[in-house]
């Protein structure tokens, strides 16, 4: 239940003073505060990360510290036009930017390198953490974390990337990565997993990215890391994260967190003076468009950031969210636009609508998840689900201001099966460079300049993929995995039961089959060396699929009519409404993956180096904690795991089992 309250007029008196005079106020005062950079590195002291990387010489071995805490800071509102003071479970440390705490540092590595990762829990103590609870698939353990590197092929067991631990308030425990020389160049990230508390700290904020930097240059038979082409451009990481936090009247019998304070009109989340906005219920996570929040890009709401005309840019962007999608139309605004002081949901629309309405630049997408795709794929739009990441070229062909949008979403194409209406994400100030007649051909030419500067050795070969339709094929990291290399077959599905709500999982086609989350069941033992062909549905609404360890290769995407909408350029219009987000994902490699209701989905993946156990999942993050999991294990072919061992409830880390840190 939610109360409905009025935010007091002192509260934004100079945001409405100024509203109030001149009506509208110059698009650059919204945001003039807010101007952002990259992340900062972990390890790395306090200097702003470059905007021009290079594969640095790392040290093989080195320790990292995260302190897991809460923090005290405020996040900015546009629709009152002041900061709210919040407080929330964030990561800290020396690296982490006080005026942008809510997003992790950035961890970067090599090929090759050993990462130590000490987390510190400092949270206060928690005995749902350490009792357990009947249903393990309610939210508890609020304050119990541990660690998962999302999409790194390393380790899943002990010390590794290991999900199934609970380091609860008071323990220190180090996670140890390490990352084997062959391991893609890329993009990936980091975020808390414990199960039944995951959806509650990753709102908060907890996420960083992760950056694996390659210098391997292709050859006439292997390939190289993207990066070697890349190189010397500007390099931007982007984390979208989702922080939907709310301010609660006085506690009730019925409800002992206070009911969310809400506009009495619209139903958005509001603060007034002197309140403190907390993410402590699940209740607040599920309605991202009604709460009237906006995303975050690092850390900022509504931030700017600068670039030159002509430049060809390289981002890194990362869906660091719990469960909304992104829908990303980079638009020029018009020149006369006028940017109100204050500035809702609604107000932000009808500014879209009248200042960014039209369709956009193209911006080129090179990797999915991490993972360089052959051809590169031009669009105005690209759709982020939870968990996703895209790396795309980007160059601005104009001087001025461009806004960021979250464009308005299908139906069939969002998580809440609803239509969102446009956002507005932020702005790019565009200063003068160099003219730009034709973006596509400006692209392509800086692609050629950087291949012939930085890879003469075989820039022939690059510079002829590049001019015969941008493409990548030399810097695919991994081989196509064909038919006759498949050696058995997996089933999933996923279903929301009703009667009481159940979020599930089976292993067949049958949404019968489907069960809950079980910490001591071991849902599926895969064997080591094998390649098997999954087929993916869902029964009850759409998810995003995503798996542990191994990425896997996507064979083909059936709309209800039977039509591939994977081939690039293939209408995906079931749903009665066009879709493209699936268009061109046909051979690539991803990690994660939405899973549309009424759809048949066919991936590869080969179970190469480790063995152990892990999990798959919905990673609308809410359903995960709720139950839509299974425990996974790779284990030797002729070898033998039980249950017991591969699907344990996860390991308590109390005080008397504090695990000695590498020095």
Same mark, same amino acid.
């Given at each position: 239940?939610?109360?409905?309250?009025?935010?007091?007029?002192?509260?934004?008196?100079?945001?409405?003073?100024?509203?109030?005079?001149?009506?509208?106020?110059?698009?650059? =005062?919204?945001?003039?505060?807010?101007?952002?950079?990259?992340?900062?590195?972990?390890?790395?002291?306090?200097?702003?990360?470059?905007?021009?990387?290079?594969?640095?010489?790392?040290?093989?071995?080195?320790?990292?510290?995260?302190?897991?805490?809460?923090?005290?800071?405020?996040?900015?509102?546009?629709?009152? *036009?002041?900061?709210?003071?919040?407080?929330?479970?964030?990561?800290?440390?020396?690296?982490?930017? @006080?005026?942008?705490?809510?997003?992790?540092?950035?961890?970067?590595?090599?090929?090759?390198?050993?990462?130590?990762?000490?987390?510190?829990?400092?949270?206060?103590?928690?005995?749902?953490?350490?009792?357990?609870?009947?249903?393990?698939?309610?939210?508890?353990?609020?304050?119990?974390?541990?660690?998962?590197?999302?999409?790194?092929?390393?380790?899943?067991? *002990?010390?590794?990337?290991?999900?199934?631990?609970?380091?609860?308030?008071?323990?220190?425990?180090?996670?140890?990565?390490?990352?084997?020389?062959?391991?893609?160049?890329?993009?990936?990230?980091?975020?808390?997993?414990?199960?039944?508390?995951?959806?509650? &700290?990753?709102?908060?904020?907890? =996420?960083?990215?992760?950056?694996?930097?390659?210098?391997? @240059?292709?050859?006439?038979?292997?390939?190289?890391?993207?990066?070697?082409?890349?190189?010397?451009?500007?390099?931007? +990481?982007?984390?979208?994260?989702?922080?939907?936090?709310?301010?609660?009247?006085?506690?009730?019998?019925?409800?002992?967190?206070?009911?969310?304070?809400?506009?009495?009109?619209?139903?958005?989340?509001?603060?007034?003076?002197?309140?403190?906005?907390?993410?402590?219920?699940?209740?607040?996570?599920?309605?991202?468009?009604?709460?009237?929040?906006?995303?975050?890009?690092?850390?900022?709401?509504?931030?700017?950031?600068?670039?030159?005309?002509?430049?060809?840019?390289?981002?890194?962007?990362?869906?660091?969210?719990?469960?909304?999608?992104?829908?990303?139309?980079?638009?020029?605004?018009?020149?006369?636009?006028?940017?109100?002081?204050?500035?809702?949901?609604?107000?932000? &629309?009808?500014?879209?609508?009248?200042?960014?309405?039209?369709?956009?630049?193209?911006?080129?997408?090179? =990797?999915?998840?991490?993972?360089?795709?052959?051809?590169?794929?031009?669009?105005?739009?690209? !759709?982020?689900?939870?968990?996703?990441?895209?790396?795309?070229? !980007?160059?601005?062909?104009?001087?001025?201001?461009?806004?960021?949008?979250?464009?308005?979403?299908?139906?069939?194409?969002?998580?809440?099966?609803?239509?969102?209406?446009?956002?507005?994400?932020?702005? !790019?100030?565009?200063?003068?460079?160099?003219? +730009?007649?034709?973006?596509?051909?400006?692209?392509?030419?800086?692609?050629?300049?950087?291949?012939?500067?930085?890879?003469?050795?075989?820039?022939?070969?690059?510079?002829?993929?590049?001019?015969?339709?941008?493409?990548?094929?030399?810097?695919?990291?991994?081989?196509?995995?064909?038919?006759?290399? +498949?050696? *058995?077959?997996?089933?999933?599905?996923?279903?929301?039961?009703?009667?009481?709500?159940?979020?599930?999982?089976?292993?067949?086609?049958?949404?019968?089959?489907?069960?809950?989350?079980?910490?001591?069941?071991?849902?599926?033992?895969? #064997?080591?060396?094998?390649?098997?062909?999954?087929?993916?549905?869902?029964?009850?609404?759409?998810?995003?699929?995503?798996?542990?360890?191994?990425?896997?290769?996507?064979?083909?995407?059936?709309?209800?009519?039977?039509?591939?909408?994977?081939?690039?350029?293939?209408?995906? @219009?079931?749903?009665?409404?066009?879709?493209?987000?699936?268009?061109?994902?046909?051979?690539?490699?991803?990690?994660?993956?939405?899973?549309?209701? *009424?759809?048949?989905?066919?991936?590869?993946?080969?179970?190469?180096?480790?063995?152990?156990?892990?999990?798959?999942?919905?990673?609308?993050?809410?359903?995960?904690?709720?139950?839509?999991?299974?425990?996974?294990?790779?284990?030797?072919?002729?070898?033998?795991?039980?249950?017991?061992?591969?699907?344990?409830?996860?390991? &308590?880390?109390?005080?008397?089992?504090?695990?000695?840190? #590498?020095?």
């Amino acid at each position: 239940m939610a109360v409905a309250i009025k935010v007091p007029i002192g509260r934004c008196l100079l945001a409405g003073l100024a509203w109030a005079a001149f009506g509208t106020i110059p698009a650059g =005062a919204q945001t003039a505060e807010r101007l952002i950079s990259n992340p900062r590195i972990l390890g790395e002291g306090i200097a702003p990360a470059s905007l021009t990387p290079s594969v640095r010489a790392l040290p093989h071995e080195r320790t990292l510290d995260l302190d897991i805490v809460y923090t005290d800071g405020e996040l900015y509102n546009p629709a009152t *036009g002041v900061k709210d003071k919040v407080r929330l479970r964030s990561y800290n440390g020396p690296e982490v930017d @006080e005026d942008a705490p809510y997003v992790s540092p950035t961890i970067e590595a090599v090929p090759g390198d050993t990462i130590y990762v000490n987390l510190h829990n400092q949270l206060p103590p928690d005995p749902s953490c350490s009792t357990g609870h009947s249903n393990p698939n309610a939210p508890h353990c609020f304050n119990g974390t541990n660690l998962h590197t999302h999409g790194l092929w390393v380790n899943p067991a *002990g010390n590794g990337d290991n999900v199934l631990l609970s380091i609860n308030p008071g323990v220190e425990f180090q996670y140890e990565y390490k990352i084997p020389g062959g391991h893609p160049a890329g993009t990936f990230w980091y975020h808390t997993h414990r199960h039944g508390s995951t959806a509650i &700290q990753v709102s908060s904020g907890m =996420a960083g990215a992760l950056i694996i930097r390659g210098d391997r @240059e292709p050859t006439a038979t292997t390939p190289g890391d993207l990066d070697t082409l890349l190189d010397g451009l500007p390099d931007r +990481v982007l984390v979208f994260q989702q922080i939907q936090y709310a301010c609660r009247g006085a506690p009730t019998p019925d409800n002992p967190l206070g009911p969310i304070k809400t506009d009495p009109v619209t139903g958005a989340y509001i603060c007034a003076d002197g309140d403190v906005g907390t993410i402590e219920g699940y209740d607040q996570l599920t309605n991202w468009p009604k709460s009237g929040r906006y995303t975050s890009i690092n850390g900022l709401v509504l931030p700017t950031f600068k670039a030159t005309q002509g430049q060809l840019e390289r981002w890194r962007m990362i869906h660091g969210g719990v469960r909304d999608t992104i829908s990303l139309r980079i638009v020029k605004m018009r020149p006369s636009a006028q940017l109100a002081a204050t500035m809702s949901q609604a107000q932000a &629309q009808t500014f879209i609508q009248e200042s960014c309405n039209d369709a956009g630049i193209t911006h080129y997408r090179v =990797a999915a998840d991490g993972l360089t795709l052959a051809q590169v794929q031009a669009s105005n739009l690209t !759709v982020f689900q939870p968990g996703y990441r895209w790396d795309e070229a !980007v160059m601005f062909p104009e001087v001025g201001r461009y806004c960021l949008i979250d464009a308005s979403s299908p139906a069939a194409g969002s998580v809440n099966g609803d239509s969102p209406n446009p956002s507005l994400l932020g702005f !790019v100030d565009v200063e003068e460079g160099t003219p +730009v007649s034709n973006l596509t051909t400006s692209v392509v030419n800086a692609l050629v300049a950087q291949a012939e500067a930085n890879l003469p050795d075989i820039a022939p070969v690059v510079v002829a993929d590049l001019k015969a339709g941008l493409k990548l094929s030399k810097f695919v990291p991994h081989k196509d995995i064909a038919e006759s290399e +498949v050696t *058995g077959t997996q089933e999933l599905t996923f279903n929301i039961r009703s009667g009481p709500t159940s979020f599930e999982v089976s292993s067949t086609a049958n949404r019968d089959d489907s069960k809950p989350y079980d910490p001591s069941r071991l849902d599926r033992a895969l #064997k080591l060396g094998g390649v098997d062909e999954w087929t993916l549905y869902s029964a009850a609404g759409s998810h995003p699929f995503h798996i542990h360890v191994n990425p896997f290769q996507v064979v083909s995407i059936l709309d209800p009519n039977g039509k591939d909408v994977s081939v690039w350029g293939v209408p995906d @219009e079931a749903g009665g409404k066009l879709d493209t987000q699936y268009s061109g994902l046909k051979g690539a490699w991803k990690d994660t993956l939405w899973v549309k209701g *009424g759809y048949k989905i066919t991936v590869r993946t080969r179970y190469e180096r480790y063995i152990g156990a892990f999990v798959l999942h919905c990673h609308i993050l809410d359903h995960e904690d709720k139950g839509m999991m299974q425990n996974v294990a790779i284990v030797l072919p002729d070898g033998d795991i039980s249950a017991t061992a591969a699907g344990a409830p996860p390991l &308590q880390l109390q005080q008397d089992h504090m695990h000695t840190k #590498k020095p």
